[in-house]
């Protein structure tokens, strides 16, 4: 019961899709030139697609699953939907215009040229507002529409900024949407109860490996006396693991802890007495 998976072949997907399939124990880096690739290890089919045609091929149910990028998703139109979020290429979906542009907010764009590469996902937005706009659908390289003449303003993905103040543009508005990387199924094909399993179990693998780059094992010494405290600080998730010591005075402690709230908690552990204070990276995790 072989799974086809769709993966991004290029762009900002591409890399960090490969890199969590492998984590999560499945062969799918890409080789030079290679349009697919069989894990005999995990009876799965990896096809590489242009990430904007994902989503179409998943919804037909030519093929299982796919990861590719929330706005994409939407844009296309196609019957699929989102089943987890994978937390990478995270990018906000924006409008902007020149810094000396009079269009300043979204109501002014009625009647103006608009150049974007997500035409559906911009028009749906706008026509919930009643706004009419003259749309310029390019392939890329919106930024330069501009400058060169064909749009007033533009409608794109915004990552860092870095693109648009580059071009000499500046954001204005609310975000149309917040995108990130998404495994995706079809929402219009069901699929037979083997399949259903087996990307059930892929699913719980992203995320025991989603979860290893959110959490790291904090380990430590800590007097009885500040126990409480040091439990405070390291909950865990239902409750740290507490160890007796030779020293009937200290005990060890287990916790895992937020990768991001690391250093600030180990400050206040070692201002509470705690020593030994280790932290492990994890590979997986199941919560």
């Known amino acids: 019961m072989t799974l086809r998976v769709a993966v991004p072949s290029k762009g900002s997907l591409s890399g960090p899709a490969m890199e969590l399939l492998t984590d999560a124990g499945y062969h799918a880096q890409k080789g030079h030139r290679e349009l697919r690739r069989y894990d005999p290890d995990n009876d799965m089919l990896i096809i590489y697609l242009r990430p904007k045609d994902i989503a179409t091929y998943v919804a037909t149910g030519d093929l299982d699953v796919g990861v590719t990028g929330l706005d994409l998703l939407v844009n296309s139109g196609a019957a699929a939907e989102p089943i987890l979020e994978l937390g990478f290429a995270k990018a906000r979906f924006r409008f902007a215009a020149p810094a000396d542009s009079p269009i300043r907010t979204i109501e002014d764009l009625h009647g103006r040229r608009l150049a974007t590469s997500f035409p559906t996902l911009v028009a749906k937005s706008l026509a919930g507002r009643g ?42 508005g609310e975000p149309l949407m917040h995108s990130q990387g998404v495994l995706i199924q079809s929402s219009s094909r069901a699929l037979d109860e083997d399949k259903h399993a087996i990307v059930r179990g892929m699913v719980e693998r992203l995320r025991g490996v989603l979860n290893s780059r959110k959490y790291v094992v904090m380990d430590y010494d800590c007097p009885k006396a500040a126990l409480e405290q040091a439990c405070a600080l390291t909950p865990g998730l239902e409750s740290p693991t507490i160890s007796p010591l030779a020293d009937a005075q200290w005990v060890a402690v287990r916790s895992l802890v937020l990768r991001g709230d690391v250093q600030r908690v180990m400050d206040q552990l070692q201002g509470i007495g705690a020593r030994a204070i280790l932290v492990t990276k994890l590979d997986a995790c199941r919560v």
């Open 131 to 172: 706004i009419t706009v003259d749309l310029v659908t390019l392939d890329g390289g919106v930024e330069n529409a501009i400058e060169l003449g064909v749009a007033d303003a533009i409608a794109d993905v915004v990552e860092t900024g870095e693109s648009l103040r580059n071009a000499g543009l500046v954001p204005f």
